[in-house]
C-alpha cells in the first residue's frame, strides 16, 4: 500500500507525519534532518501556520498543513 493510501483525515499527527514523510520517500525525496534536535526538519518552509520539510537533493519544501494528503508532493528531481 502507498503511503497516500494510508493518509486519512482521522490520524492522529504523528501517524499523519510518519505517512506524509513516506510519501515524500516514496517519490524520491531525501528529506533535510534536524541535526539539534533529530529527526525530520519539519520547518524548511516556515512562515506564519504554514510549515513543512523540504528535500536535500532538488530543494522542494513545501507546507504538510496546506498539502496534508500528499497531493501535491513532486517526484523528486535531484541526483
Given at each position: 500500500?502507498?503511503?497516500?493510501?494510508?493518509?486519512?483525515?482521522?490520524?492522529?499527527?504523528?501517524e499523519?507525519?510518519?505517512?506524509?514523510?513516506?510519501?515524500?520517500?516514496?517519490?524520491?525525496?531525501?528529506l533535510?534532518?534536524?541535526?539539534d534536535?533529530?529527526?525530520?526538519?519539519?520547518?524548511?518552509?516556515?512562515?506564519?501556520i504554514?510549515?513543512?520539510?523540504?528535500?536535500?537533493?532538488?530543494?522542494w519544501?513545501?507546507?504538510?498543513?496546506?498539502?496534508?494528503?500528499?497531493?501535491?508532493?513532486?517526484?523528486?528531481?535531484?541526483a
Open positions: 500500500m502507498s503511503a497516500v493510501e494510508k493518509i486519512k483525515r482521522d490520524m492522529g499527527f504523528d499523519w507525519c510518519e505517512a506524509w514523510f513516506a510519501l515524500c520517500k516514496e517519490r524520491g525525496h531525501d533535510k534532518q534536524d541535526a534536535f533529530g529527526g525530520i526538519d519539519q520547518f524548511v518552509t516556515s512562515g506564519g504554514c510549515n513543512g520539510p523540504g528535500c536535500t537533493k532538488c530543494g519544501s513545501a507546507c504538510m498543513h496546506c498539502d496534508w494528503k500528499g497531493d501535491r508532493i513532486p517526484q523528486c528531481t535531484g
